[in-house]
């Protein structure tokens, strides 16, 4: 069965960077591409970016564009999301999630990965 | 960006009502619309993709439809577990966008 499984929670200060991982398994790796989407506290949900895992082709929302870097590695079937200059409303739940279809619409999701950027 | 905006933002609703939520693009996205559902503390569910097609393993009360700019999402008679809030997902063009939200609560 597909799976995406992510790194553990991050507590990180102002000025920082976190890197979260997102594993995936049940599924050939390199034929789906991963969207990032974020959760800040009591509110929605926004769409960072998605790779390919195959090439680590990119598209992030301009929004994060200066200070998010996507990366996979293949031979682990893991997608990475890292955030750099973090901020205290970059306080979030980050999830990653699978495409299916071609066309970016998501089926799967990882559980989600709460930063939480304080000083 | 590709606004999408989400009416109403909460409903009180009892079980066994049918329930609407509507959702409306601020240009043309086809049927590049996605719905998901969230409870409190999870990962969002994916329901709905390209409008109207169920996920694997959703149930048929919910049903979607729409193309162009309107879109909606319909729960045919509301269950316990499907208090939640459901958010619309424009997938027609990067940036990706998300509706507001709608939150389902119990009357």
């Known amino acids: 069965q597909v799976q995406l499984v992510q790194s553990g929670a991050e507590v990180k200060k102002p000025g920082a960077s976190v890197k979260v991982s997102c594993k995936a398994s049940?599924?050939?790796?390199?034929?789906?591409?991963i969207h990032w989407v974020r959760q800040a506290p009591g509110q929605g949900l926004e769409w960072m970016g998605i790779?390919?895992?195959?090439?680590?082709?990119?598209n992030f929302a301009q929004k994060f564009r200066a200070r998010v870097t996507m990366t996979s590695d293949t031979s682990t079937s893991t997608v990475y999301m890292e955030l750099s200059s973090l901020r205290s409303d970059d306080t979030a739940v980050y999830y990653c999630?699978?495409?299916?279809?071609?066309?970016?619409?998501?089926?799967?999701w990882g559980q989600g990965t709460l930063v939480t950027v304080s000083s | 960006d590709i606004q999408m905006t989400q009416s109403p933002s909460s409903l009180s609703a009892s079980v066994g009502d049918r329930v609407t939520i509507t959702c409306r693009a601020s240009q043309g996205i086809s049927n590049y619309l996605a719905w998901f559902q969230q409870k409190p503390g999870k990962a969002p569910k994916s329901l709905i993709y390209?409008?109207?097609s169920l996920q694997s393993g959703v149930p048929s009360k919910f049903s979607g439809s729409g193309s162009g700019t309107d879109f909606t999402l319909t729960i045919s008679s509301l269950q316990p577990e499907d208090f939640a809030t459901y958010y619309c997902?424009?997938?027609?063009?990067?940036?990706?966008?998300f509706g507001g939200g709608t939150k389902v609560e119990i009357k």
């Open positions: 999630a699978r495409e299916f279809g071609g066309n970016s619409a998501v089926d799967y």
């Open positions: 390209a409008a109207s």
């Open positions: 790779i390919n895992p195959s090439g680590g082709a990119t």
């Open positions: 049940g599924y050939t790796f390199t034929t789906h591409f």
């Open positions: 997902q424009q997938y027609h063009s990067y940036p990706l966008t």
